[in-house]
């Protein structure tokens, strides 16, 4: 069983900074994909972005103010948010696919305001 447990979120000014991370425990292999989600407050989870060892995508807008990179050797995920906004304000989820299982974390919060 996948387990993912996130860090890092926190209540941030706008146009601040902050990194995420996540670190995924019970697996004796490499996982292959890997990803964070956020959840607005009424709102659907919606992608932020995801890793393989050769491709990342992310959600529409975010490429440029948010960027994804992984320890692959040590199945961990991190998430670079730069240019924070209000709008950003979310819980953050970490995700995970392996042999056709998906797993989340519980989510860190992310809070943006003055």
């Known amino acids: 069983q996948v387990q993912l447990v996130e860090s890092g979120g926190r209540l941030v000014q706008p146009g601040g900074s902050l990194k995420l991370s996540c670190a995924a425990s019970?697996?004796?292999?490499?996982?292959?994909?890997m990803g964070w989600y956020r959840q607005a407050p009424g709102k659907q989870r919606e992608l932020v972005a995801t890793?393989?060892?050769?491709?990342?995508t992310y959600g529409d807008s975010l490429k440029g103010r948010f960027t994804i990179s992984r320890d692959t050797a040590e199945n961990t995920v991190y998430l670079q948010m730069n240019s924070l906004k209000p709008e950003d304000t979310a819980v953050y989820y970490c995700?995970?696919?392996?042999?056709?299982?998906?797993?989340w974390g519980k989510g860190t919060l992310v809070t943006v305001s003055s």
């Open positions: 995700n995970a696919d392996l042999f056709g299982s998906t797993y």
């Open positions: 019970g697996s004796a292999f490499i996982i292959n994909t």
């Open positions: 890793i393989t060892r050769r491709t990342t």
